[in-house]
């Protein structure tokens, strides 16, 4: 089953709305901390599935990638492509958030979305080596959105979706500016992905690195509202 449009762009419009009301809501009451922890988590695994897909497709191993209760986390690979290894975990969880706003907000078939999602995060997780929470997390969302998918209605897959994207688009975005400012902030003996990169291009320091990330990753979030809620409303088509 799937929505007509202009029936679904109308429908898209006022979940994406509400996504965006639920995560204003959960960033902005401390008490309700808890209730971003998970999706914290989620961030995090599509930041370090980031690296480690990236190595295996640049001819590099992934020896395992995991996320930490902290919300941090770390992939360890062996081989590939260092310069497109090490930007991937931002610029690809941005990457990840921006594709699926677009989608979810122009494609009339959120419940197989949530199928495909799912079913490549519990693939990444098996067979990239994830571990720990790491493999908990992946486990799980990707269970949730195929379980979703199937007995989920519409509205209630674009709500997920959309959800998703947010959170994971925006947190890249704001991670990002953070390690603007603290281009040099390591995880115990361990270098941000920034500072790792600026080893590989003597002369240009990590706070650079970090900014045309961070530029990049504003570009992509930004480009996915343009083109699937900003511009189809300036030409009439939601409503």
Known sequence: MFLEQPYFRRHALMVMLLAGVIVFVLWNIPQLDFLLFPFRLFVTYVHEAGHSVMAAFSGGRVIEFTVFSNGTGIATTQGGNRFLILPAGYLGAAFFGAVLFYLANTVPFPRKISLVVGTLMIVITLFLRASGI???????????????GIRGSILVNMLLLNLLAALTGLNAVFDLIFLVQNSYATLGQLRNDAAAFAELTPGIPAFIWALIWAILAVFMVGSAIWFSVVRPLRQGKLA
């Open 134 to 148: 790491a493999l908990l997390v992946g486990a799980l969302s990707g269970s949730v959105l195929v379980f979703v």
